[in-house]
């Protein structure tokens, strides 16, 4: 019987999809989940969710719910992370403090401004889950889910020496979403891709052994096609590879497209988007508790999230490739060692094996370079408390500085920093630990 813990647990509808998809392999119906969240009304409805499923599965597997983090860690195998710090109020702050500088935003959790603070509330709590699993489950793999997954990851697996992986979907969806361009099934497709987490490449993309880049390529002039993904096509215009994550992902980890109303307007860009979801998120929750104390049944779906059959492969011996985000250990060799990457990955009895890319077109890097600088002074702004290094991200930015002046960004950096003070490390040095700084003024 393995033992899963999940932390944030209170993300009940993706905590749902993750146990149903794990209970759906005989060979895991036994597990135990212990989960775990900050927010007691939100495990109790978890707790109450995670028993249905082991009902509906044939109740061979147990639950145990507990607001002692270290508790549910103790004796894990798979730690399964899907925290988000600061929760609703947090977005807010990180979309609406922007907006008062003319800053737009689509998601906010992966790179830009928003995906800054998001990191540097996130990694301290992640770091301290880290330090838990070496006491009490030292062995135990995490599987992580939180955005933004490469500076989580970086921060992780710099700083700690817990076996760790970070997960998406996105290979997942944009190979559903390459084939339905195509039309052609999405089993049909092979592929391969590299890069970093949201920014990943489909450097090669073939049916049968046939390039189908020059199909996509025929695809993307067809108006009802090219509306579907304006942001992903453009770019794959310009860089001739199709990139992973969605348009409006992609907008904001470029200075090319939120910069104008114009713009804005032409590419149907969703400005705020996060928000719009994040309200949807709490009324989903509200919905799932109200079915679950109703006593009502859920669907039973197996999604294509990677963390059950990890599990498997691990505990079953069979051979997995998942797209994963790890330590850059010359895997990609135009990037730098000092990254985290997104590369396929092994996966069976001897765990995750990353698997060597080499050089990706250099444009491509040069591209990802762009979004690798911002993560890699987010990250040590946190390791080494330098505050000086969470101004210097943001002036990096890609989006941010395309549309802002300096004296700006050190406003906008300021302000958001005295928002979410009480979820963000404490920064011991820097020139601007104590700076006021004042838009118009050097």
């Not at 978890?46 to 499923?53: G, P, S």
């Not at 928003?114 to 301290?124: C, E, Y």
């Not at 929750?285 to 669907?299: A, D, H, L, R, V």
């Amino acid at each position: 019987m393995v033992k899963i813990t999940i932390i944030g647990a209170g993300s009940v509808v993706f905590a749902k999809r993750l146990i149903t998809d794990i209970l759906s392999y005989p060979e895991l119906a036994e597990s135990n989940f212990s989960l775990t969240d900050i927010n007691e009304e939100r495990l109790k409805t978890a707790e109450k969710m995670a028993n249905k499923l082991v009902e509906q599965n044939g109740g061979k597997a147990s639950v145990q719910a507990t607001l002692n983090r270290k508790e549910a860690l103790t004796g894990a195998d798979y730690v399964l992370n899907l925290i988000q710090v600061g929760m609703h109020e947090s977005t807010l702050i990180d979309f609406e403090i922007p907006k008062k500088y003319g800053l737009k935003q689509t998601i906010a959790d992966t790179l830009g401004v928003g995906g800054v603070f998001r990191a540097l509330r996130t990694i301290p709590v992640m770091l301290e889950i880290c330090r838990d699993m070496e006491e009490v489950c030292p062995e135990a793999l995490l599987l992580n889910y939180t955005n933004p997954m490469a500076m989580l990851m970086l921060a992780i697996q710099k700083a700690t020496p817990i076996k760790s992986i970070g997960l998406c979907h996105s290979v997942q969806n944009t190979a559903d979403d390459l084939a339905s361009y195509l039309n052609i099934p999405v089993e049909e497709l092979d592929y391969k891709v590299a890069g970093i987490n949201h920014m990943a490449w489909f450097l090669e993309l073939k049916r049968n052994g046939t390039n189908l880049y020059p199909e996509l390529f025929e695809a993307m002039e067809k108006p009802e096609i090219f509306k579907k993904d304006k942001v992903r096509f453009e770019m794959m215009r310009r860089l001739n590879y199709f990139v992973t994550e969605s348009s409006e992902h992609m907008s904001e980890y470029t200075p090319y497209f939120i910069k104008r109303e114009d713009l804005i307007q032409r590419f149907d860009i969703p400005i705020d988007e996060y928000v719009r979801r994040s309200e949807v998120n709490l009324e989903r929750f509200e919905e799932t508790k109200q079915k679950i104390n109703k006593g009502e049944s859920f669907p039973v779906e197996k999604s294509h999230e990677y963390g059950a059959p990890i599990i498997h492969a691990i505990e079953t011996g069979s051979n997995l490739v998942v797209w994963g985000n790890v330590l850059n250990t010359d895997l990609i060799t135009n990037l730098p060692n000092n990254s985290c990457v997104e590369v396929p990955c092994l996966v069976n009895k001897a765990g995750i094996q990353p698997c060597h890319v080499g050089d990706i077109p250099p444009h491509l890097a040069a591209m990802n370079m762009t979004n690798i600088n911002v993560q890699q002074l987010t990250v040590e702004a946190v390791l080494t408390g330098n505050i000086d290094y969470v101004y210097q991200a943001v002036m990096l930015d890609p989006h941010t500085s395309s549309v802002l002046s300096l004296d700006e960004i050190w406003a906008m950096t300021s302000e958001l920093l005295e928002g979410h003070k009480e979820h963000l490390p404490t920064f011991t040095s820097g020139r601007n630990l104590n700076q006021k700084v004042i838009v118009g003024q050097n």
